[in-house]
């Protein structure tokens, strides 16, 4: 809800904070707040946390933040950055533990227990030893002394966050480790003290060549942490991105999701729009949400079924920051409200956690509810209509990750390639391919591996197709991909003109703000249709069906 | 000549500072070097003059650079970007003129005058006025004061060098006003000190929708400046680069250049290898400058003849910073040499200078002279192999600008695009398409338009042509590409070995550094192979003739 709204909540008789009695035992939100006071892929202005290298917050909003994350079931936060840097790795040392002890105060309050991300070279980087080696006495030593320190001050903690062998961060693989090495000595250490190690699985080759085929981004998660079945410390929880890509507008689930019969696991999404929009363009995750939990991942079984099952905590990348309405968009609050509300109950649906939110920031006048609710509900798919197709992603400028670039990582070390020439478009992961889809369940991996059994909306994602393709509708991909661009434009004209129609029920500076998103978005919505209908148009040479125009 | 042997040679009887008896007047280095220290396009390491927003420098360095500066012709230099800061903008004011004062001094020793950058809206910005409308009389009057101060402190100051209305820099044409406006009230500051306003021509639309197929950045700087012909102040010098787009392997003369009889003009190259290397390949940049010198500008002279004439000063983007061998790549110091040599005497060729730069560093042994004469004289013609092809340019990775992206300012608002699709490549320029051939002196346009007569070098920079384009070797266009892309590799590899074959003749300390980079140039000649083929084949589905590797 709007902040002022929130305000006058929070002084209302239901503002008591409510017991969230939840299936998942864990949910949490990470912030990838920098201590400079930037935010890593955040929208809405600095941080809430952080200022120039110190800690650095007003009170009274934190409280209010951490009752209302408590009030929609929240109960673990992370405050600074995975990638940590030299100074806020520091927050486990005695320089800024007094501080970072004050903020974990005000979330425990509200019953929210505190999360640290830490440096895995902490011991050489901290501690002046000449090795961050897991195997070696003395960093086994320094993390046990490490978490000590730390627990004397937080008592409660819930654990330390790690980001290792990832995106040039040094990890255990650097020496030779397993990640379970690396993740274990940091648990041993915690366990005495009730702490966990959140571990994420975001290891991948980052300087992959293009040229180099047989590598394939999507399989590496499941290869570097499948094998390590059943060597991962009790108190490790393995973090897991709900897609094997990163966080794309669409990809299959990650097959590591419940593949381990031993390890605890965390489901990650991303309540932060990087690649969905950036807090200009709608975009309501939840409606994504509901779909990765919905999906199966076996013949009998859905992500859903995993829930506080294997896969027992749940953990979004949050969107919030100084901005005075928290999430830059307003109407990007409902992302923040409805990871609580779905982490708490996995059942509920998208509509109706939007539902809630809606009435709750609006009021439950059908003329506004009801189309502030049809309007979200729908930005996942015209979103994805004007950005990527059939599960092909990727097609972002590089960096920033905002409108459109075509072969923007084409040639690039990421491993996120469509390889797209003049007949054809996307990677065969079949088993005749680079054989990622054997890491699924039999049952999915057939299901994917056939063309006719694929979920049409992630053909792209599994298989190489000719532009001259018949999708089901009877369309060719490459009149798909004219035609959802061409409607997609439509789509925001409609958003506009929706939103202008509500004026007369809203605050002013709630229309205003939001309308002004919306401009900014069908602006956005044509540069990519635009663009990506050009592509296609230079690559072919075959016009639009409905001879639109399309550039030259 | 390498730092040390430079020492060695002050210490000799032929360090006497030659006096250059020139054609041209001024003959003057910018830097782009920030008062943060970061050199802007550099590639030799931090400032050799600012660090942390201040004026700091090892007097000593500064003095042999001065010295080495002035041996070989150069008589003004400007220390300070031309993307002035809000810092570097103080240096004409109290904070900091006392500090450029001295550095000016060092530099005066060796005959060398002092330029400032400037910030055209510095009457707002240091004066606290409300404008810099350059008919305003407080900013009038603001000028005058600032020029006062200045030359109290440094009573030969050569002038302001200001880049305005240009890449997001305000100035006069924000205030519609003309670039003459803006330059004249800054040179009516400076006229009863002596001194002048370099008044940069880089001006031109970089928000530019690719959608916009009327507005052509080549055209701009003619556009803007030429009908101002006479309107501007005898102490302005328009500084004009050697081509209209942006320093890039290949491009035809600027056709502003020599231009307007009634305006001074400056011809500007780079010597930093911003589109060329970056001082990891090897690029004597002499060759491409030769090239632009013997270039005509009309049916009688070449840019040469207006040298000393229309054309009075000449300037060029220094490549120098503080690595032990000032320009990063050692034989990178041949482009300095170069530059000074060319400067003063335009009739000099590449072979002469690159000789002279060879003798002086390496001896005249010819089996040390013979071989890196040969290797750097080559070197222009290598680098456009692998990387631009018939004066395509811009296919380089946004922001940085090393290494190939085929399509990376493709889209963008830059407006540099090459408009590829599966037939075809490249923009008309002449009059049946964006007009920009018409700016030239009627024989080069109809030069240019004819693509008979059009160099084939410069073929794409002019027309749009089917890859089937059969050029004059019988070679399509699309079997050149790929041909010099392969043949340029096998080249790369040609230096590798000359180079190996020089060992027992240099320091280890120059040969080991050298074959270094010459391996990371053969690395990114590879990259620049692959990807370029491949964007090509992928593009038209058209193999290589001779059946070489070109990846999927």
Redesign the interface.
Known sequence: MAYSEYKMWLQSENAAVPKVDSIIEERILNHWDNIDGSVERGYSGKSLFFKDGNICYDKNRIRDYARYLSSIGINRVCCNNVNVTERSARMIADDLIDDVAALAGIFREFGIRFIIAVDFTSPRLLGGLTTYDPYDEHVIKWWKAAAETVYKHIPDLAGFLVKADSEFRDGPAALGRTQADGANVIANALKKHGGKVYWRCFVYNCVQD??D?KTDRPKAAYDHFYPLDGSFADNVILQIKHGPSDFQVREPNSPLLGAMEHTSQALEFQVTQEYTGQQVDLYATAVQWQEILDAPVSDSQSMRDLMGNKVKAIVAVANTGLDANWTGHTLAQANLYAFGRMASDPALTAREVLGEWVKLTFGSNPAVYEPVLDMMLRSREVYEMYTSHLGLGWMVN?NHHYG?????YE?MKWGTYH?????AIGVDRTEAGTGYTAQYHPHLNALYSNIETCPEELLLYFHRLPYSFKLKSGKTVLQHFYDSHFEAVEHVEEFISTWDSLRPHLPECVFSSVADRLLRQLSNAKEWR??VN?YF?????ISDGQGRKI??
């Open positions: 293009w040229r085929t590089i459109p670039s075509p072969e923007g040639f390889r797209a020439n003049h007949e635009d663009v050009t148009y230079r690559l072919t040479g550039y030259d």
